[in-house]
């Protein structure tokens, strides 16, 4: 006998294949106010980096240099340069109407002074120095020096004279300058003495000395 059995339904699908959607138009766009912003950071990023690349390829300024302090004049000879009298030698000679004292000149600083002359005021008498002139003096130096004084006459010498002094003339490399020095009541009263002693005679005070 034949016949046909009932038909099953197969519970098996058959695959489909994805729909693809296809759209028309531009990509969408990033919202303006984000891209404002990244522009905003990448151009300060690159206005820093340009900075610091400037900054550390660019040498500083230069420092100005400090101006050469002018240098200082020296002293003038007579501001450091001092005589004093040191006193008698020996006993005046008579023979030559002659009697010889001594001064210390010093110079006490600044640069070498040369003592260029050394004389006193009075004609009747004439005075020689030992050493001679000129005589160059050191900072810190004191130089003995021997006057020989002569009395050529014996009318209008210094006697009695309370200050009598030797006039001077000094060098260095600021100024000349022709000082006068009062050696004090000793150098006053030690020449008294000694001129009183080669014209002892009143009467040869008015004479020519040879």
């Known amino acids: 006998m034949t016949g046909t059995g009932p038909v099953e339904e197969s519970t098996y699908d058959t695959p489909t294949r994805p729909t693809e959607v296809i759209t028309s138009g531009p990509p969408p766009r990033r919202p303006r106010p984000l891209l404002r912003a990244a522009l905003a950071v990448g151009t300060a990023a690159l206005a820093l980096t340009t900075a610091l690349s400037h900054t550390s390829h660019t040498p500083p300024d230069p420092q100005p240099q400090p101006q050469p302090q002018p240098r200082p004049l020296p002293p003038r000879p007579t501001g450091v340069t001092s005589l004093t009298y040191a006193g008698t030698t020996g006993t005046p000679d008579l023979r030559s109407h002659s009697f010889t004292f001594r001064i210390r000149a010093t110079?006490?600083?600044?640069p070498p002074t040369t003592l260029e002359q050394l004389s006193q005021p009075y004609d009747e008498l004439t005075?020689?120095?030992?050493?001679?002139?000129?005589?160059?003096?050191?900072?810190?130096?004191?130089?003995?020096?021997?006057?020989?004084?002569?009395?050529?006459?014996?009318?209008?010498?210094?006697?009695?004279?309370e200050l009598p002094f030797l006039n001077v003339t000094l060098r260095n490399t600021r100024a000349i300058e022709n000082p006068s020095y009062i050696l004090g009541a000793a150098y006053a009263a030690d020449l008294t003495k000694s001129l009183r002693a080669v014209c002892p005679q009143p009467a040869r005070r008015t004479n020519q000395l040879s």
């Open 107 to 110: 110079l006490t600083q600044g």
């Open 127 to 161: 005075m020689t120095l030992r050493p001679p002139a000129p005589v160059v003096l050191h900072s810190g130096m004191t130089q003995s020096i021997t006057l020989r004084i002569t009395a050529r006459r014996c009318t209008g010498l210094p006697i009695g004279v």
